[in-house]
C-alpha cells in the first residue's frame, strides 16, 4: 500500500475509535491526514497519532471532500444523519455503527481474502460486520472444507462496551454503588446489570426480536453466501467491561469429523485453538488481542452431525476497529 490517503475518523473519542486510531498508526496504515470527529461536545479533545496530537473537530462542520475515506465508529444515529453527504462529496465509507441495510453496505470479512469481496463502485459504502458475526462467521468459514452447516443456533454474551463508553460507565457506576451499600437507580440501562445477567439488547418485535440478533444472523447469511440458511440468534448483556463470549452450535449435512475441525481451527489465522480440557474467556485471553479464540470444540451428545463451540473475542479491537482497518488495507487495493 504505497499510496497515502487522507483519512476521517467519525467517533473518534469512542472507544471503537479510539482503538481505530491506535490500529491505523500500530499497522503503518497508509494515512496521509487523519481527521478526527465527534459531536461539538467532544471537540476540543486531542488523540495521540504517529507522536503527535490530533485535535478532534465537530463532525457538523466539516468538509468531506478532503478525504477518501471514512470509518463511522459513532452511534447509528450519526450514521444515518451524515452518511450521504459523506458519499456525495466522494468519500468512501465503513460503517461500524450496524446503521445501513446490508443491501446498501454489505458486509465484509477481510480473512476471506479478495474474493469475498461485493461488487462495489467508488465511492464506495460496506458494513463492518458486527463482532459477534465476524467471530462466527471467522470460525465457520475456516470449517467450510470439512462441514456445511444447514442450521446455526447462536447465544451472544455481549460486553457492556456493546453501549458504547456510556456503557462502561454505568457498570462501573452499578459496581461501585452496589458495593458501597448505596441504592442503585439504573439509567443508560433500564435495570441492573452489574452482578446480573440481561437477556435482550435493546427494543424487540412483535415476534420478540431485537434488531442486533436480526442483524447478526442476517451478516453471517451475507458473509457465508448463505442467504438461506437459518440462523437462530440470542444476545444477552453480562456485566463485563470488555469482550464477547458466544455458544456456537452448527447442525451439519453429515457426521462432524472433530479431528478435521480441530487441524483446520489450529493452522487458521486470526483463530487461536485452545486445548482440549481447557476453554477460553473474554477476559483472561481475549481482550488487547488480535485472534479469535476458540474452545470447548465437540459433537453433539446425541446427534453426531451437531457441533458445540465455545467463542471469546475482543469485542472492540478484533470484532470491530481491527476488522474495519483490514476491510480498508483490502479495498483500497482495488478500489482507491
Known sequence: MSQSINIAVIGATSNVGEALVELLEER????????????SESAGQSLSFR?????????????????????????????RAHHERVVAAGCSVIDLSAALPLEQAPCVLPELGAE????????????????????????????????????????????????????????ARQTAELLNGRPLEPKTVDRQIAFNLLAQV?????????????????????????????????CALVPVFFGDSLALGVYADSAIDISA?????EVAQ?????????????????????????GRVRRGVSDPRQL?????????????ALNAV??????IKHYL
Not at 465511492?123 to 470449517?143: D, E, G, I, K, Q
Not at 412483535?206 to 440458511?229: F, N, T, V
Request: charge should be negative; aromatic fraction near 6%.
Open 28 to 39: 503503518e496504515f497508509p494515512v496521509k491526514d487523519l481527521h478526527l470527529l465527534a459531536s
Open 51 to 79: 507522536g503527535r496530537q490530533v485535535r478532534v473537530r465537530s463532525l457538523d462542520a466539516f468538509d468531506f471532500t478532503q478525504v477518501q475515506l471514512a470509518f463511522f465508529a459513532a452511534g447509528s444515529e450519526v450514521t
Open 116 to 171: 469475498g469481496l461485493p461488487a462495489l463502485t467508488t465511492p464506495w459504502r460496506v458494513s463492518a460486520p458486527t463482532p459477534s458475526a465476524v467471530a462466527c462467521a471467522l470460525v465457520l468459514a475456516t470449517l467450510s472444507p470439512v462441514l456445511r452447516p444447514e442450521q446455526l443456533q447462536v447465544t451472544a454474551m455481549l460486553s457492556i462496551s456493546t453501549l458504547g463508553r456510556s456503557g462502561v460507565q454505568e457498570l
Open 202 to 234: 435493546g427494543e424487540v418485535d412483535d415476534q420478540g426480536h431485537a434488531q442486533l440478533e436480526k442483524r447478526l444472523a442476517a451478516e453471517i447469511q451475507q458473509l457465508l453466501s448463505l442467504p438461506e440458511l437459518p440462523v437462530a440468534a440470542t
Open 261 to 265: 475441525v480441530q487441524q483446520l481451527l
Open 270 to 294: 486470526g483463530i487461536e485453538l485452545v486445548e482440549a480440557g481447557d476453554y477460553p474467556t473474554a477476559v483472561g485471553d481475549a481482550v488487547g488481542q488480535d485472534q479469535v479464540y476458540v
Open 308 to 320: 458445540n463451540l465455545w467463542i471469546a473475542s475482543d469485542n472492540v479491537r478484533k470484532g470491530a
Open 326 to 331: 483490514q476491510i480498508a488495507e483490502l479495498l
